[in-house]
């Protein structure tokens, strides 16, 4: 086999045209993430710190300060328009590796099909059979709760105008930054 036909080589994109990536404004502090708004994420997953299976997806993450919630005591309309007002967006990308987007996937997969299950069940059963009704609106309810937490990549503690912190990475992910020091390394 000629050497030039290898398909084992690395290609000359791989070798020459790879950005070098500078992932010096990520840090960890227990078990949050804290990195400079629009700075990139290692690209490992962030569960389980296994490389990242590409495409990577940017992702848009909300925040708003707690106290907005208080407004859902009065009504909930208007906290989804105060919410909407508030908050607060940061665009991160948040690699999975092979294992976690297909757990991922499974989860969408629980959420919408336990949601459409759910609702054909309500419907059928509704009328001569109110007890199954229920128990269809509370299966895609659990369904819909269990498919949003296996689906969920992260998602934000808090977001202001220096640092994006982010919650829901595993251990291996968080091990792996180094230490955030607010102390000396803050004001960048
Ligand atoms: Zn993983």
Not at 56 to 70: C, E, L, N, Q, S
Not at 84 to 94: F, G, M, Q, W, Y
Not at 128 to 139: C, F, H, Q, S, T
Request: proline share 6%; aromatic share 8%; net charge positive.
């Amino acid at each position: 086999m000629e050497s030039s036909n290898n398909p084992y080589a690395p290609s000359q994109a791989s070798l020459n045209g790879g950005t070098v990536r500078d992932y010096s404004n990520v840090w960890r502090f227990e078990k949050i993430v804290i990195l400079v708004p629009d700075s990139d994420l290692p690209d490992r997953c962030v569960k389980c710190n296994d490389p990242a299976e590409q495409p990577t997806k940017t992702r848009k993450v909300y925040w708003h300060h707690p106290g907005f919630y208080a407004v859902l005591l009065i009504n909930v309309i208007l906290y989804v328009i105060v919410a909407l007002i508030a908050r607060k967006t940061a665009e991160v990308n948040p690699g999975l590796c092979t294992r976690h987007k297909q757990k991922r996937n499974l989860g969408l997969a629980i959420g919408w099909g336990g949601l459409l299950v759910g609702i054909a069940v309500t419907v059928v059963a509704a009328g001569d059979n109110p007890g199954v009704a229920m128990l269809g609106i509370l299966g895609g309810i659990t369904c819909i709760l269990v498919g949003l937490f296996m689906s969920r990549v992260v998602y934000a503690k808090r977001i202001d105008d220096k640092y994006v912190q982010l919650k829901g990475c595993g251990a291996p992910f968080l091990d792996a930054l180094p230490e955030f020091r607010p102390s000396g390394r803050d004001l960048i």
